[in-house]
């Protein structure tokens, strides 16, 4: 049945709940149940009626699903405070956390094209972040928490920081089929600890060389 496989692939994501009777009462299956009956009537052009299921949703759960918004299947929303746009496309199992935005950055008048990011399959967005524009966010790619995205990402890739930029993984994090919030929570995934590294590496290799040189002005001079 296709709502017992939803709620087993949102218990895979999340350890909390113990049985899917607890998923059912998250903010987020709630929204995403009333995102389709608005969605279906914002296709069918009942754009007053859709508009009032939104409305409806956000009061319920604190999460902003645009009627227009096109969403696939096993998303997961974990907590609430989640905005959606107009034009946002999500693909299959796809995760956010609380607090995410996916805006649009051209304040024309909703008719216009897309404005919205498209986010591919099994894409993770952590709290806090927000992914803005018509931008497309690759498959498997993982948004850190508090990340401002407004480029495209490439499939399979990591970003954290303002502007978000991406960083390298341990392969063993990249492996692994979920990862909680986008990111390996270590310090050695930040930005600036990487650039540390770098440079730390870089004057190791100039030690090298120079220890080198030394030696062989010794040789000559023996």
């Not at 270590?186 to 600890?193: F, L």
Request: glycine share 10%; proline share 6%; net charge neutral.
């Amino acid at each position: 049945m296709a709502l017992i496989a939803y709620l087993d692939s949102i218990k895979s994501r999340d350890p909390a709940p113990r049985t899917r009777w607890e998923v059912l009462t998250y903010p987020g299956v709630l929204a995403l149940g009333l995102h389709r009956v608005a969605h279906g009537l914002f296709n069918a052009r009942l754009f007053f009626v859709a508009r009032v299921v939104n409305h409806l949703s956000r009061f319920l759960t604190a999460i902003d699903i645009h009627p227009g918004a096109t969403i696939g299947r096993n998303f997961f929303i974990d907590h609430g405070f989640v905005v959606i746009g107009e034009t946002a496309v999500i693909g299959d199992n796809v995760t956010i956390y609380q607090c995410v935005t996916l805006g649009g950055t051209d304040p024309a008048n909703g008719i216009a094209g897309k404005r919205h990011p498209t986010l591919e399959d099994g894409v993770i967005v952590g709290s806090g972040a927000q992914v803005l524009g018509p931008i497309i966010v690759g498959r498997r790619a993982r948004v850190g928490a508090n990340a401002v995205v407004t480029r495209d990402v490439p499939e399979g890739a990591t970003l954290v920081g303002i502007p978000a930029r991406p960083v390298v993984v341990d392969a063993g994090d990249y492996q692994k089929p979920f990862m909680p919030y986008g990111t390996p929570c270590s310090q050695k995934y930040d930005p600036e600890t990487q650039k540390l590294e770098l440079l730390r590496c870089e004057v190791e290799n100039l030690r090298a060389r120079l220890n080198a040189l030394t030696d062989d002005d010794k040789q000559r001079s023996a």
